[in-house]
């Protein structure tokens, strides 16, 4: 048995002896108490875990001779919602946009565009530069140099 299931034992049979100590009346009070006891320990356990699968998780990455990085741009070839997929939205919301701006005339419809097009084209050069900048790690750091 674990040192910690002792503790949450002896634990336990405290709580039931304050309970017989103080009657019925405090009995809720002692339940919260103790499950709020327990409620740590599995949070605890929990992080332990988390933090361990975590770090086996990025040595595995390590070994396997990818860095572990943030997600970023997608890879060529890879999702391609990321690419196009916010184009396509904008330009599904530039249909209610122009009507919006529209009422301004003329220069409320050429700022809406101006924007809609600044917006795809400052996506579009964060998914290239993403992807050249991969190409150049590519180059500099062939497959075959990652491994043991």
Known sequence: MDARDQELQKELAATIQARKD??????????????????????????????????????SFARAGR??????????????FGRYGLAGFSLILAIPLSA????????GLLVTWIGIVGVNAAQS???FAGER????????????AWED
């Open 125 to 127: 050069i964060g998914v």
């Open 22 to 59: 103080l009657g019925e009346e405090y009995e809720s009070a002692l339940v919260d108490s103790f499950m709020e006891k327990i409620d740590k320990r599995l949070d605890a356990q929990i992080e332990r875990r988390v933090r361990r699968e975590l770090a086996e998780h990025q040595t």
């Open 100 to 107: 919006i701006a529209s009422n301004s005339g003329l220069p």
């Open 133 to 144: 900048s991969l190409d150049r790690r590519r180059r500099a750091k062939p497959d075959d």
């Open 67 to 80: 860095p572990v990085t943030r997600p970023g741009p997608p890879h060529p070839g890879g999702n391609r």
